[in-house]
Nanobody, 114 residues
Framework: VQLQASGGGLVQAGGSLRLSCAASGNIFSIGATDWYRQAPGKQRELVAGILGGGGTKYIDSVKGRFAISRDNAKNTVYLQMNSLKPEDTAVYYC?????????WGKGTLVTVSS
């Protein structure tokens, strides 16, 4: 079982990006999926999460700007990021509970220029 995060890149402040977190392999169940980020010199922090049933959560700094969603048919979770700010610059990671085990994907770099 693998998670593949993609969609990062360089964007100007105020711009948008959509990150994808795709699960592959022998999958029986996917539960909660979370997006984390780690900026240089800072600890990894939880940005947004979505439960298997669709409930969502966000840290205060991204509320109203980011939206997490899932496509169960594609085993993919998305993070739509709008009104990006330089302080959103970080490596973004996804984590999902797959077959009752926690799985991490490799990060994708998001750089927001001022």
């Amino acid at each position: 079982v693998q998670l593949q995060a993609s969609g990062g890149g360089l964007v100007q402040a105020g711009g948008s990006l959509r990150l994808s977190c795709a699960a592959s392999g022998n999958i029986f169940s996917i539960g909660a999926t979370d997006w984390y980020r780690q900026a240089p010199g800072k600890q990894r922090e939880l940005v947004a999460g979505i439960l298997g049933g669709g409930g969502t959560k966000y840290i205060d700094s991204v509320k109203g700007r980011f939206a997490i969603s899932r496509d169960n048919a594609k085993n993919t979770v998305y993070l739509q990021m709008n009104s990006l700010k330089p302080e959103d610059t970080a490596v973004y990671y996804c984590n999902a509970v797959i077959n009752r085990a926690s799985v991490w994907g490799k990060g994708t770099l998001v750089t927001v220029s001022s």
